[in-house]
């Protein structure tokens, strides 16, 4: 059997990583979604192909000996984002610890490096094979080499060989180069012809088999304007083939021999995975990448299964896991219930334990002390079973989402291996992931993982809270996230009762208003065409209506909605377009979507409130996320006409902060001028636009006013010039003008934020009122980008965090005063610096008086808080 070599195009793979997955950033705050999807890659290859050689190429820079031949060649593509450059030299660390060779070559490409290597294989009678995400590579394909080309996502791809490239394409290895020399190519700056496309392209050499045939008999090509696009474009049609020609004798200085690959070492890859936060790829590394038994091997564990539940089970200390595999309210049901105290640890099956006397009396104590794992998800799983959990006192989950917030993955098992745990395997082991999750069929295995769980819970409790003593975020602990995550957990249970015929209505409204928009578009455009097509919309708006063309992809124009708000004022078809996009969003996303998560026995939609997610503090809603309704059309603010009280005669009242961010900068900043305006109630965007523009506050215009809130509101969130000045459609000088003036006129703001970022530079950290930490590993980096963004992230953190703080303290003091005042108004919902509650009509003037009294003093500041309340028949009305 021949040896196999494998050559990776680097740069492409990086590239297609980085835009198929969100991005992704470990506890140092680097960002690793572009080195994660790469490395899933890696791993495929190493279990599938086991190669004998192996080597990724890059790209060594931007300037190529191409460039002699065409100045402009990849001219037109956009500058490399800084996320993903910073992520490069983590790639090199990866395959360094992968003892992975890679290579680069001054003045040339990684397109040439493979093809001179796969050449010198392929020669050889070695199998090689390629894998990228560039099509150009195609022209390498024989019986030897292979080239497999990404598709959706990174580890999907299609396998070129010569009959599949025939099938595919219609076309041979060797006509690739003078295929891409017709049609050219837009992500290259690769001219071609103009207006010769692929089908076109292929035809062509179907009929004349290369590029020199072709113009040797230009005479017979049929169509008189291919004929003369041909003839007018010979000279950039050959410099195109020349471009796009592999070289494949390049002067490398590394062969075959030097590029041979005998496996890594587990332990120094594992120790990387777990630096950058890869997690769930761990059990994926074996010895020399093969299954080692030994590394699978976990000590004895001895759980008990216990059917007949009584009291003597329990101590009154019990570490608690409440095993379910999804998150979704529609399908969470408990698999088991894993117990851990100092006699024993057991399992119990929900089936028996609701049924036990003796359980519900031990979970409604709240003398029983319990240590869980997501008090929130407990608590709602165990409301659907009609049991009231009472006495939790820790929660691992919101222990180590305090301790490092930018961690991405908070649960038991990567907690532990954090901790040096590492006797239990990763739930994705035991459970599959996605669509393949479910309880494994032995019982035993279930049992022993949930054991394992719960034990490590037991034996982290102390570990965990000592951490938190240490970093003076105990109180934060117990006083506010423990508390909160009951009520929230109490919400989620409740739920926020829908009116299903007024969404349907709305969807009906919404597609006939979608008709009209979409006949005024083709009238318009005088034709009838797919308007959700990119390749019908684009010659439509730049060949029939010759709007100017702001942007082109591999595929023809793009009508991305940056492009189209660019053009906004082009024509009147524009506006349209927007507004059809914006529609159907609406009613697919927000009517069908709510429509589909409406709980069948309830008639409520249960949201899902995540607690442990964002950096800031502050909460996030998803399962639908009910703090992402559109509001800024008209259509989209009456999607809330649709969520109603729970009960006849009862009312929809929202309650919001004022300014809430403003207010906290104006404390902690202690600005003179911008806390007065707050204690006098001045409008402070008025105030502002006064100071900025040097006019008198009666003088202020909306338009001055309307400048003045985007520059209060930028300098919050550490705005730059060009940010401002995208916003406000004015140029960069403008923008620095206005925040220079801003500065100016509130010296406080300044000195703080140059403060704040010189205590993070010394700590490694910024903190809000509460003690709540965000680290920023990235404040002393020597590159200009990372390093800006920590430092506005320095600035904007403590404001932002103090303001999620403050309204988290104002519904745990909530829910207790309308305990006290035996009120039977209920919270239903936390949007950002608002409560949603509903409450009988007979109770909305206490409710007024009980919510301002509350919000409004739940923390004390040296600039007032200010609470707006409203109320009505939905929660659009209570607007």
């Known amino acids: 059997m021949a040896e196999k070599v494998v050559l990776i195009d680097g740069n492409s793979i990086a590239y297609r990583a980085f835009f198929a997955l969100p991005l992704l950033n470990n506890d140092k705050g680097v960002y690793t979604n572009a080195v994660y999807g790469f490395t899933t890659m890696l791993l495929k290859i190493l279990e599938e192909d086991q190669p004998d050689h192996l080597l990724v190429a890059f790209d060594a820079g931007k300037t190529t000996f191409r460039h002699k031949t065409y100045e402009d060649y990849k001219g037109g593509r956009q500058k490399t984002p800084s996320e993903l450059s910073e992520q490069f030299p983590v790639l090199k660390e990866l395959l360094d610890a992968f003892e992975i060779n890679y290579y680069q070559l001054e003045n040339y490409e990684a397109d040439d490096i493979i093809g001179t290597l796969a050449t010198q294989a392929g020669e050889k009678g070695l199998e090689v094979k390629v894998i990228s995400g560039d099509k ?53 700056n690769i001219p071609g012809v103009p207006g010769v496309g692929e089908k076109t392209a292929v035809k062509l050499l179907k009929q004349f088999d290369t590029l020199e045939n072709l113009y040797e008999n230009l005479n017979d090509v049929s169509g008189k304007k291919l004929k003369e696009k041909l003839e007018t474009n010979k000279e950039e049609a050959l410099m195109s083939q020349q471009l796009v020609t592999i070289e494949r004798a390049a002067p490398i200085e590394i062969s075959l021999s030097d590029i041979g690959y005998s496996g890594y070492q587990s332990q120094k890859v594992s120790e990387f995975f777990k630096d950058l936060g890869f997690q769930s790829l761990l059990s994926r590394v074996q010895e020399g990448g093969t299954e080692s038994e030994e590394a699978q091997e976990l000590p004895e564990i001895d759980v008990e299964v216990v059917q007949e539940i009584t009291a003597d089970l329990f101590t009154g200390k019990e570490a608690v896991v409440v095993e379910m595999l999804y998150d979704n309210y529609h399908t969470a049901p408990v698999e088991g219930i894993a117990i851990v105290n100092d006699q024993r640890k057991f399992v119990l099956s929900m089936e028996d334990a609701k049924k036990s006397d003796a359980f519900q009396t031990w979970a409604e104590s709240a003398d029983n002390e319990k240590w869980v794992f997501d008090a929130k998800r407990t608590c709602v799983a165990l409301l659907r079973h009609g049991i009231e959990m009472k006495g939790i006192t820790f929660d691992l989950l919101l222990a180590s989402y305090l301790i490092n917030p930018a961690e991405n993955n908070h649960d038991i098992p990567a907690i532990g291996h954090r901790l040096g745990e590492t006797a239990v395997k990763y739930d994705e082991e035991v459970y599959g ?3 393949k999750m479910k309880r494994p069929d032995d019982d035993h295995e279930f049992h022993e993982h949930v054991g394992r769980k719960a034990s490590l819970l037991y034996n982290m409790k102390e570990d965990m809270e000592k951490k938190l003593k240490d970093n003076e975020q105990y109180q934060l602990f117990r006083e506010l996230e423990m508390p909160l995550a009951l009520i929230l957990g109490r919400m989620e249970h409740r739920g926020v009762c829908v ?17 009209k928009v979409e006949q005024e578009i083709y009238e318009l455009a005088g034709e009838n065409f797919n308007l959700n097509s990119p390749k019908q919309l684009g010659p439509i708006l730049f060949e029939k209506l010759e709007l100017p063309v702001i942007k082109k992809t591999k595929t023809g124009y793009s009508t991305s909605a940056d492009v189209l708000e660019q053009l906004e004022d082009q024509h009147e078809i524009i506006p349209k377009i927007l507004l059809n996009r914006q529609l159907r969003k609406l009613k697919s996303t927000y009517i069908e979507g709510l429509l589909k998560v409406v709980h069948e026995d309830t008639g409520k939609i249960h949201t899902r409130f995540n607690q442990a997610l964002t950096q800031t503090g502050r909460l996030s809603s998803t399962d639908p996320n009910l ?32 300014q809430i961010e403003l207010r906290v900068l104006a404390h902690i900043a202690q600005d003179e001028k911008l806390m007065q305006a707050f204690k006098e109630g001045e409008d402070i965007h008025t105030q502002t636009a006064s100071e900025v523009f040097g006019v008198s506050r009666s003088d202020v215009t909306s338009e001055m006013r309307r400048q003045a809130k985007a520059v209060n509101f930028g300098i919050v969130y550490g705005i730059s010039d060009y940010g401002l000045s995208q916003s406000l459609g004015i140029t960069r000088k403008e923008a620095q003008a206005f925040i220079d003036k801003y500065f100016e ?52 953190t403590p ?81």
């Open 433 to 435: 992931k996605g669509a």
């Open 499 to 515: 009116d299903v015929q007024r969404l349907e209505n709305m969807g009906q409204e919404l597609e006939e208003r979608l008709n």
């Open 627 to 658: 703090q992402n309704i559109p509001i800024r059309l008209e259509e989209g603010r009456k999607i809330r006409q649709a969520f109603i009280p729970s009960q006849k005669e009862w009312v929809m009242f929202a309650s919001d902060y004022s």
């Open 136 to 188: 150009d590579l195609l022209q390498l394909v024989n019986e030897q080499i292979t080239v497999s080309l990404t598709k959706k996502g990174i580890t999907n791809v299609d396998t070129y060989t010569p009959s599949f490239l025939m099938e595919k394409m219609e076309v041979r290895a060797d006509q690739i180069i003078d295929l891409k020399a017709l049609m050219g190519d837009s992500s290259d």
């Open 799 to 879: 404001i932002q965090g103090s303001a999620a703080d403050i309204i988290k303290k104002a519904m745990i003091d909530l829910e207790e005063r309308l305990q006290e005042e035996k009120m039977q108004a209920k919270v239903l919902l936390q949007v950002h610096d608002e409560l949603i509650i509903e409450a009988p009509k007979e109770e909305v003037k206490q409710l007024e008086e009980v919510v301002s009294s509350v919000m409004e003093n739940t923390v004390d500041l040296d600039v007032p808080l200010k609470v707006d309340s409203s109320y009505g028949d939905t929660w659009y009305d209570a607007k």
């Open 745 to 796: 006129s509130y010296p406080g703001v300044k000195s703080y934020m140059d403060e704040t970022v010189r205590e993070a530079k010394e700590t490694g950290y910024v903190s809000t009122f509460m003690n709540r930490r965000r680290y920023l590993p990235d404040i002393k980096s020597r590159n200009f980008n990372k390093r800006s963004f920590a430092e506005r992230t320095a600035m904007n």
